[in-house]
């Protein structure tokens, strides 16, 4: 049974009606704090121990006394009640609390009852269930019975502004016995929100309240624990950023969705985002991630929003609404206005010693249209004019509205505004520039007002309950603590921000920069994007451009690559317009926004697209401009593998000469180490192995001698990985089995022991490259899981077309599968690997098609990939699989029966090998020659040559197979 009514000082206590009251005011409280104030009255007086506060509060939770200490914190607040001189609620060291206070029975005597007023519809709190709601409840209770049986549940709560989604969802929470509850909300910020930022937020608050979960987000959800740093010591930052480096964006949400499902694994979870007509895109990407998969799990995500963006237009959010449900992923809910009985009920519960007058119910019906909100501001207003008396209100202020007052709640809103002192007003305006939540600190220093007036201030309004609600109290860097508070509801931020004169809001949004910058070394989270829009609007566009930076590297961060490209595109669109800016500063500000966003065209357009060679071809044009330096080494650097990766080799090499130049300029080893892998990959492609080995050898002695400050140079990927695996096809292909094999090892290793994806990825194509050249499916299947996560889990797009044409050549040539079934997989991942615009090695995935179709007898077929390979051999000057390309094409004359032309295509294959020195082809070439029945002494002395060549392989196929024609020609 709940206790009665009681109060303490100028508090009542309703647990029955799960509210907290002050001078008839409601106090907002979270539900674990309201709980933990009724287990703390329910024991006045008696040491509360934390283990009893957590078995009470926090029931078969996996908590920590921490949780605690940070509800107990938020309750003080809330009381306003100082630790070191405490009024209701005393320490006791070590051990636990104790409420202290003196405890009456509420409305014990008649001659003095305890005036209250029920709080607005639209705050949430109401002693039964909301007013016209039940059928809604009805429908979220049977979706949480769905969910705590394992069936995913995704529901939408729809209705426009003030209908009271969030009372219902509030209510709904409270009393749904969820064991956690994530919480996040959509903020108005002229689009310009962070991505992720409601559930970044949502998350937040879970570590915050059970840092214990932290080891589970490291090991599911290192993409989004990489967003909240703070976790973080400097030490695990690093390997984190490690892991989760070149990642796509596809990783992000699948993480999550993961981390929702152990989450709920033991209790089933209430996920709650509101307000999503204002949401980025990638969140509104992850939900429909989230609603698709239907995996079982047991959490439930409830999303609020308007059927438009507060703008008259369809908000993305609403689209997506539309989608799910009729695909069948989501559930939907609309809120309608109230009915004029239900604006009975709300007045009777609002003013419970006041009889109705006739006709009053529809009568305030049809001057608020039944909008619950509008209903609470109405009447509000009217108390103004006809203050109530032991809760009842005149019946002329039901039947005659105050003169002063419109049919719109924007007027209601204003009249209300109008009503209060000069320095509320001010308060309140700037708070409406900061946004629908703020901060104190940041609102101080706007005010230029110290801190603590600032908060007794906002505390004072919260406590009136029309204007603002509390959120959270947060421990600053410098020991202090600040108050995070909320407007009660978005409209009301909306009006006093549009009344504002373009004047005065410039003027407030330059001074909500200035305070926000303060405040960030604080510790108080300010997003760079916030930054952006108040350096925009208060037209400082300089400062603007300058803050669209971090902005941009943040989207980047977050794996949100076409966000940035907005971001990024805006800022440049900005600094054409800062004539004033010094013009180095705005080469130097658009070459760093040019430079992101060539990464960001890599994400998600592919390596090689047009518009990132574009970005950083102008980034080149613009430090050109300035004094050189080592940015203008890795620009080059960065061109010169867009021309690698579509087979201009040329090119490549040229740009390998500008970046070895800097260098050498500049005396910086990194650049040099960069220079040489690009220089040797583009000399392999082109068949100069011996030049290429050198280069890459080069390479990989200046990266020993670096050692650790390879760590912090701008390559893509790790170097070592990267010249190792570089360097193990020419060493194969000139007879070095054994280095070509360790090349391959210690990369895999290396990848491993980095654990970063991007280079794990690339140590498992080397492998696989390797292990075809040997024609050893059993090794392209041992790279083959690694590729898969890249291009699976991990989101790397260059890892998809590779993973799959090496799956086809290992199922075909190992006899797994129909060799016609890998013969469609290895097309299909040439067809995926060209659409990202690479051509580098598309003579090698023909020529893996044409064993595919050779093996399965398929001459057609292995005649037009043959035919299509040496066309890119020839096309591309790509002669790295010159060689085993005629072979094929000798094999498959001879097969169609065609000797002569079989024979020139092995003398073709055997001049390209001698030419090129790579005797590991050579021997497959002369084995050939050796098998016909012409074949004399001649032929029998080169394959031993080629065979004396060889340093390793004695055990492969091809070695045993050459060793035995030596015998039997012997």
């Given at each position: 049974m709940h206790t009665p009514r009681q109060t303490f000082g100028p508090f009542v206590l309703d647990e029955a009606a799960a509210r907290l009251l002050r001078e008839g005011k409601e106090v907002a409280l979270q539900p674990k704090v309201f709980g933990l104030l009724c287990v703390l009255v329910a024991h006045r007086g008696q040491l509360v121990t934390k283990g009893m506060l957590l078995d009470e509060v926090w029931p078969g939770q996996d908590v920590s006394e921490g949780v605690v200490k940070t509800a107990i914190n938020q309750l003080r607040a809330a009381l306003q009640d100082d630790p070191t001189q405490p009024h209701y609620i005393e320490t006791v060291p070590r051990r636990g609390y104790r409420f202290a206070a003196a405890l009456q029975p509420a409305g014990a005597s008649t001659a003095s009852p305890v005036q209250h007023t029920p709080p607005p519809a639209w705050t949430g709190a109401a002693a039964s269930v909301p007013i016209g709601r039940a059928a809604a409840l009805d429908a979220l209770r049977a979706a949480w019975t769905r969910a705590m049986a394992s069936e995913r549940q995704l529901v939408f709560v729809v209705g426009e502004a003030g209908v009271g989604k969030t009372t219902l969802i509030d209510y709904f929470a409270r009393h749904a016995g969820a064991s956690r509850v994530l919480h996040g909300q959509c903020?108005?910020?002229?689009?310009?929100?962070?991505?992720?930022?409601?559930?970044?937020?949502?998350?937040?608050?879970?570590?915050?309240?059970?840092?214990?979960?932290?080891?589970?987000?490291?090991?599911?959800?290192?993409?989004?624990?990489?967003?909240?740093?703070?976790?973080?010591d400097a030490a695990?930052?690093?390997?984190?950023?490690?892991?989760?480096?070149?990642?796509?964006?596809?990783?992000?949400?699948?993480?999550?969705?993961t981390l929702l499902d152990q989450l709920a694994q033991r209790h089933p979870l209430l996920v709650v985002l509101e307000?999503?007509?204002?949401?980025?895109?990638?969140?509104?990407?992850?939900?429909?991630?989230l609603a698709s998969h239907r995996q079982p799990a047991r959490w439930l995500l409830v999303a609020s929003l308007r059927p438009d963006d507060g703008h008259g237009r369809l908000s993305a959010a609403a689209d997506l609404h539309v989608r799910l449900r009729l695909r069948a992923l989501a559930g939907s809910l609309q809120l309608d206005t109230f009915t004029p009985s239900q604006v009975a009920d709300y007045m009777a519960q609002r003013y419970p010693r006041a009889a109705l007058p006739r006709g009053a119910?529809?009568?305030?019906?049809?001057?608020?249209?039944?909008?619950?909100?509008?209903?609470?501001?109405?009447?509000?207003?009217?108390?103004?004019?006809?203050?109530?008396v032991q809760g009842r209100l005149p019946f002329e202020a039901l039947t005659d509205p105050p003169s002063q007052l419109t049919q719109t709640l924007a007027h209601l809103i204003e009249r209300q505004w109008e009503l209060i002192a000069p320095e509320d007003q001010a308060l309140l305006e700037a708070a409406a520039v900061l946004g629908v939540e703020f901060w104190s600190q940041p609102l101080a220093a706007m005010l230029e007002r110290s801190r603590m007036s600032v908060r007794a201030q906002v505390d004072r309004l919260a406590r009136q309950g029309f204007w603002l609600a509390p959120l959270a109290l947060e421990q600053l860097s410098d020991g202090s603590f600040d108050a995070r508070h909320a407007f009660r509801h978005a409209l009301h931020r909306h009006v006093l921000y549009q009344r504002l004169g373009p004047a005065a809001r410039a003027e407030l949004h330059r001074r909500a920069a200035v305070a926000l910058q303060t405040a960030a070394p604080l510790g108080l989270l300010v997003s760079a994007a916030e930054m952006v829009e108040h350096h925009e609007r208060s037209l400082d566009l300089a400062a603007a451009v300058r803050s669209s930076v971090a902005a941009v590297r943040l989207a980047l961060a977050r794996f949100v690559p076409q966000e940035a490209v907005r971001l990024a595109q805006r800022a440049l669109t900005l600094a054409e317009r800062c004539r004033d800016m010094d013009p180095r500063e705005r080469d130097a500000l658009e070459l760093t926004l040019q430079a992101e966003q060539s990464v960001a065209f890599a994400q998600y357009?592919?390596?090689?697209?047009?518009?990132?060679?574009?970005?950083?071809?102008?980034?080149?044009?613009?430090?050109?401009r300035a004094e050189p330096g080592a940015a203008q080494g890795w620009i080059d650097a960065g061109l010169g593998w867009i021309h690698q990766t579509r087979a201009d080799y040329a090119r490549a090499l040229q740009m390998a000469d500008r970046v070895e130049a800097a260098a050498r300029r500049l005396g910086d080893?990194?650049?040099?180490?960069?220079?040489?892998?690009?220089?040797?990959?583009a000399l392999s492609f082109q068949g100069a192995y011996g030049p290429a080995v050198a280069c890459l050898r080069e390479g990989l002695t200046l990266c020993a001698r670096m050692g650790e400050r390879l760590a912090g140079a701008p390559f893509p990927i790790d170097p070592t990985v990267s010249l190792l695996t570089n360097a193990a096809f020419p060493l194969l292909a000139l007879g070095d089995i054994d280095a070509a094999l360790s090349h391959v090892e210690q990369a895999r290793a290396r990848a491993e022991r980095l654990s970063a994806p991007m280079a794990s990825m690339l140590a498992a194509w080397g492998a696989a490259v390797v292990g075809a050249a040997l024609d050893d499916p059993a090794r392209v299947m041992q790279a083959l899981p690694a590729l898969?996560?890249?291009?699976?889990?991990?989101?790397?797009?260059?890892?998809?077309?590779?993973?799959?044409?090496?799956?086809?050549?290992?199922?075909?040539?190992?006899?797994?599968?129909?060799a016609g079934e890998g013969l469609q997989r290895i097309r299909d991942g040439m067809a995926r690997h060209r659409a990202r615009g690479v051509l580098a090695g598309a003579s090698q995935?023909?020529?893996?098609?044409?064993?595919?179709?050779?093996?399965?007898?398929?001459?057609?077929?292995?005649?037009?990939?043959?035919?299509?390979?040496?066309?890119?051999?020839?096309?591309?000057?790509?002669?790295?699989?010159?060689?085993?390309?005629?072979?094929?094409?000798?094999?498959?004359?001879?097969?169609?029966?065609?000797?002569?032309r079989s024979v020139q295509a092995l003398a073709t294959a055997l001049d390209h090998s001698h030419a090129r020195q790579a005797a590991w082809p050579a021997v497959a070439v002369l084995a050939m020659r050796c098998e016909r029945p012409d074949a004399g002494e001649a032929e029998r002395t080169a394959l031993a040559d080629a065979l004396a060549r060889l340093r390793g392989g004695d055990g492969l196929p091809r070695v045993r197979h050459a060793r035995s024609l030596l015998r039997r020609m012997a």
């Open positions: 903020v108005e910020q002229g689009g310009q929100d962070a991505p992720y930022m409601p559930v970044l937020e949502a998350l937040n608050g879970l570590c915050r309240g059970a840092p214990e979960l932290l080891p589970l987000l490291r090991h599911v959800a290192p993409t989004w624990l990489a967003q909240m740093p703070w976790y973080l695990e930052r690093a390997a984190v950023q490690l892991e989760i480096h070149g990642v796509g964006p596809g990783r992000m949400l699948r993480e999550l969705g307000d999503l007509q204002w949401s980025d895109p990638p969140t509104l990407l992850l939900l429909e991630h119910a529809q009568h305030l019906h049809a001057q608020t249209g039944g909008l619950p909100l509008y209903l609470a501001t109405w009447l509000d207003a009217a108390e103004q004019q006809h203050p109530t357009l592919g390596f090689a697209a047009p518009e990132r060679e574009a970005a950083l071809e102008r980034a080149r044009q613009l430090g050109a080893t990194a650049l040099q180490i960069g220079a040489c892998n690009l220089r040797g990959a898969e996560v890249a291009a699976g889990p991990n989101d790397i797009g260059q890892a998809d077309g590779p993973a799959r044409w090496y799956a086809g050549w290992a199922l075909s040539m190992g006899g797994v599968a129909p995935g023909h020529l893996y098609a044409a064993e595919a179709a050779l093996r399965a007898g398929d001459l057609a077929a292995a005649r037009h990939e043959i035919d299509q390979g040496l066309h890119w051999v020839e096309r591309l000057g790509e002669v790295m699989h010159g060689v085993e390309l005629h072979l094929l094409d000798a094999r498959c004359h001879a097969a169609q029966g065609d000797q002569i």
